[in-house]
């Protein structure tokens, strides 16, 4: 079950990387892509940080594959409103939660393709 079939999708086809301070915290406003349509791409939460997104997918379609969402370390939180789908059509996509990282939403999927 993909709770983003029929939805439109606002993708960013870019790869970039961001560092902050320990404990930032971002908000997206809209849906959290890792990876949507792309291979080996990585989020990752650490050091107290905190995202916030309203949906989020780590590498959803076919040709997504080996894409990673690492939260860790004590108080990195990711954080989606409405739900986490972490694969399902393509290989390799993981949702790594460690050293006392934290996952926060209503339905976590983790699909096996």
């Given at each position: 079950?993909?709770?983003?079939?029929?939805?439109?999708?606002?993708?960013?086809?870019?790869?970039?990387?961001?560092?902050?301070?320990?404990?930032?915290?971002?908000?997206?406003?809209?849906?959290?892509?890792?990876?949507?349509?792309?291979?080996?791409?990585?989020?990752?939460?650490?050091?107290?940080?905190?995202?916030?997104?309203?949906?989020?997918?780590?590498?959803?379609?076919?040709?997504?594959?080996n894409n990673v969402a690492l939260v860790t370390g004590t108080d990195s939180v990711l954080s989606n409103a409405t739900g986490l789908?972490?694969?399902?059509?393509?290989?390799?996509?993981?949702?790594?939660?460690?050293?006392?990282?934290?996952?926060?939403?209503?339905?976590?999927?983790?699909?096996?393709?």
């Amino acid at each position: 079950m993909n709770p983003l079939a029929g939805q439109s999708r606002q993708t960013v086809k870019w790869r970039a990387q961001a560092r902050a301070r320990p404990g930032a915290r971002w908000l997206v406003t809209s849906n959290l892509y890792v990876g949507d349509s792309g291979s080996f791409n990585r989020l990752v939460v650490s050091n107290g940080g905190f995202v916030v997104g309203r949906f989020g997918t780590v590498g959803v379609t076919s040709d997504a594959s080996n894409n990673v969402a690492l939260v860790t370390g004590t108080d990195s939180v990711l954080s989606n409103a409405t739900g986490l789908l972490v694969g399902s059509a393509g290989g390799g996509n993981e949702l790594v939660v460690t050293n006392g990282g934290s996952v926060a939403a209503t339905s976590v999927v983790l699909a096996d393709p």
